[in-house]
Every structure is written in C-alpha cells, then in structure tokens.
C-alpha cells in the first residue's frame, strides 16, 4: 500500500462569471456577431460552461433561427455548440462536470448567428424584438 507523500490545502481560487446579452446589443449589419466577454487569466482551467436562454429571442420579421455558441475567434464553438436562441433552453452545458480544459488566455466571445436576415443596421437598430441570454463561466486559476 502507497503511503501519503503530501497534503496541503493550494488555495485555488474557483471564479463563477455570468454575462448577460440582452436583444438590444445584437444589431450588426450582417446574419453574425460576435460579442466579447472576457480575456481569461493566464493559470485558468475551465470547469464549465453553459449557455441559459432566459427569454427567447423573438422577432416579427425574417430572421427564421438564432443560433448562440461561445468559444473564441480561432474556434467559435470550442465552449458551447450552437444553442437555439429562439427556445428557452435551461442549461445548454459543453463541458462535462469533473472535467477540465487549459481556458488560460482565452479571449472568451459569444457568436450569434441569424437565418433569414441582418441582425440589425449596425447603427443601433437591432431586427429582434426581445430576448435575453445569459453566458456562464465556471474556472479555477491556478499560479
């Protein structure tokens, strides 16, 4: 039987961010958008992150579908897969509990993706007529 070498307390700090995209700031003169969240600390190991349609987007004119997934610019899914933007969704989770990923440096954005139409002027003036979503980061940072 292995005896114990060593046990110590690391004092790791676990950080919980939540982000909030309100219909108001999807108003690109294009079908996409990126918005960016948050650049994550160098000793960052991801433990979750998941996606709450709080209030389905809505919109009386074209645009048919939303689709929302957070990663980065170099892999805009790498977080979580596309989610329906159109749907309450509860939980849209990527990563497993228990499990971990190296999410140091990230340059963590969320890109919505409409069908049919612009998600707005690029002006201000947004397509959508309501909705609300809320982006979730769960990670510990180790030095």
Same mark, same amino acid.
């Given at each position: 039987? *292995?005896?114990?070498?060593? @046990? !110590? *307390?690391?004092? #790791?700090? /676990?950080?919980? !961010?939540? %982000?909030?995209?309100? %219909?108001?700031?999807?108003?690109?003169?294009?079908?996409?958008?990126? #918005?960016?969240?948050?650049?994550?600390?160098?000793?960052?190991?991801?433990?979750?992150?998941?996606?709450? &349609? /709080?209030?389905?987007? /809505?919109?009386? +004119?074209?645009? @048919?579908?939303?689709? =929302?997934?957070? +990663?980065?610019? $170099?892999?805009?899914?790498?977080?979580?897969? @596309? #989610?329906?933007?159109?749907?309450?969704?509860?939980? @849209?989770?990527?990563? $497993? $509990? +228990?499990?971990?990923? &190296?999410?140091?440096?990230?340059? &963590?954005? &969320?890109?919505?993706?409409?069908?049919?139409?612009?998600?707005?002027?690029?002006?201000?003036?947004?397509?959508?007529?309501?909705?609300? #979503?809320? =982006?979730?980061?769960? %990670?510990?940072?180790?030095?």
């Amino acid at each position: 039987m *292995a005896s114990l070498l060593q @046990s !110590r *307390a690391l004092g #790791v700090a /676990t950080v919980q !961010r939540t %982000y909030v995209i309100d %219909y108001t700031e999807l108003d690109a003169a294009s079908t996409t958008q990126s #918005v960016s969240l948050t650049t994550l600390p160098a000793g960052a190991i991801g433990m979750a992150c998941w996606i709450d &349609v /709080t209030t389905a987007f /809505t919109d009386a +004119g074209s645009i @048919s579908a939303l689709g =929302i997934e957070v +990663g980065d610019s $170099a892999d805009p899914n790498a977080l979580v897969s @596309s #989610v329906d933007g159109f749907a309450v969704s509860g939980r @849209s989770q990527n990563i $497993a $509990a +228990g499990s971990t990923e &190296v999410w140091g440096g990230m340059a &963590v954005e &969320v890109k919505v993706t409409a069908t049919g139409a612009n998600l707005g002027d690029g002006a201000g003036t947004t397509s959508l007529d309501g909705g609300q #979503v809320l =982006i979730n980061l769960l %990670y510990m940072v180790i030095d």
